[in-house]
């Protein structure tokens, strides 16, 4: 089982409001860092509430989650205080894999899919408010057969 991850509240001039890091367990790695995600997220002038660098146990017969992007409607009661004001509901996540797989997933990701995810982020925060007002994802994947797979909705 991975360490806690650990978390930071945002810095002046960071494209998003928090970010956090989850240790990972020995044969594992993130293909992407925090600086990847600054350059291109700052570049496209984009900002996320969350940046998340995660560890996700995957069954063997599954699919690796590699990069996940999610627009929660804005639409949804705020119960518990938790939405920041002028903050939109929108996170990326970025899942560790196989560290045999480390160099494979990041020439992959460096190589268009790194930017189609915040081209999509970017997309989100200017649609109009019936899309905003329903939740909506941008995931990819890579599956068993090592097809790169996206969905979205």
Known sequence: ???????????????????????????????????????????????????SLSWLPNKPAGPLYLLMADWFSDARANYFGIEEAGSKPLRIIHHAVPSRLRQEIRDELMNGRLQAVVDWAQMATAQGNAWKATDHHWHLTRAVDGQIVVDQA
Request: charged share 25%.
């Open 1 to 51: 089982m991975a360490a806690p991850a650990y978390a930071m509240e945002m810095k002046a001039g960071e494209p998003w409001n928090s970010y956090s890091r989850d240790r990972l367990p020995h044969g594992w790695s993130y293909p992407l860092g925090q600086k990847d995600f600054l350059e291109v997220l700052q570049r496209s002038e984009v900002t996320v509430r969350t940046l």
